[in-house]
């Protein structure tokens, strides 16, 4: 199978703001971006995406997604839409435990992950016959990409998804291939 993974583009949102699965808008047109990207993509391909529109609005500039809530960013709970500066030691705190902490009424990286990597389950149990297109945020692509590449997750955080450009991973039944990074 081949799989394309998109970041979403640069969304509208200041510097040093956490925005996790706030719907923020997006900071350069998704079409544009698109017509960026096509060149990149297959002539036919299924298309999955995040409900959130910073991924929505690319992926229906690129075709008829279907969207899925399980590959929106991970949920900062009540740190959402607000400075880090703002948060103090907690964010020390994270540091220590970027896989394991989760913000108050959040989820972790852990959660996240797991809810990402039930929806990539699913596709791999039946995939389809065309290449796969997912839209979505760094932190479901790295769980996707860490995984496939069969990295530790601890790793994944340095896979660093670019807004707006596109990376090809091969699944194959012997392996797994990274075809292209950030193109």
Not at 20 to 36: I, K, N
Not at 96 to 101: H, I, M, N, S, Y
């Given at each position: 199978m081949e799989l394309h993974l998109i970041r979403h583009p640069r969304p509208d949102v200041l510097p040093g703001v956490c925005y996790g699965q706030s719907d923020v808008g997006l900071a350069e047109p998704a079409d544009a971006v698109a017509?960026?990207?096509?060149?990149?993509?297959p002539e036919r391909f299924a298309l999955h995406a995040s409900p959130l529109a910073r991924a929505r609005l690319l992926a229906v500039e690129l075709g008829a997604p279907v969207l899925d809530d399980r590959l929106k960013e991970m949920h900062f709970g009540e740190w959402e839409l607000r400075p880090y500066?703002?948060?103090?030691?907690?964010?020390?705190?994270?540091?220590?435990?970027?896989?394991?902490?989760?913000?108050?009424?959040?989820?972790?990286?852990h959660d996240m992950s797991a809810r990402v990597l039930q929806w990539?389950?699913?596709?791999?149990?039946?995939?389809?016959?065309?290449?796969?297109?997912?839209?979505?945020?760094?932190g479901p692509l790295r769980a996707i990409a860490?995984?496939?590449?069969?990295?530790?997750?601890?790793?994944?955080?340095?896979?660093?998804?670019a807004c707006g450009h596109a990376?090809?991973?091969?699944?194959?039944?012997?392996g797994v291939v990274l075809k292209w990074f950030n193109r």
């Amino acid at each position: 199978m081949e799989l394309h993974l998109i970041r979403h583009p640069r969304p509208d949102v200041l510097p040093g703001v956490c925005y996790g699965q706030s719907d923020v808008g997006l900071a350069e047109p998704a079409d544009a971006v698109a017509a960026r990207l096509r060149p990149l993509l297959p002539e036919r391909f299924a298309l999955h995406a995040s409900p959130l529109a910073r991924a929505r609005l690319l992926a229906v500039e690129l075709g008829a997604p279907v969207l899925d809530d399980r590959l929106k960013e991970m949920h900062f709970g009540e740190w959402e839409l607000r400075p880090y500066a703002e948060l103090g030691p907690a964010i020390d705190t994270w540091a220590t435990d970027p896989l394991g902490f989760r913000a108050p009424g959040g989820e972790s990286a852990h959660d996240m992950s797991a809810r990402v990597l039930q929806w990539l389950d699913t596709l791999l149990a039946t995939p389809p016959a065309d290449p796969v297109v997912v839209v979505a945020h760094g932190g479901p692509l790295r769980a996707i990409a860490g995984h496939l590449l069969g990295l530790p997750a601890e790793r994944w955080l340095s896979l660093d998804f670019a807004c707006g450009h596109a990376t090809r991973i091969d699944v194959e039944e012997w392996g797994v291939v990274l075809k292209w990074f950030n193109r």
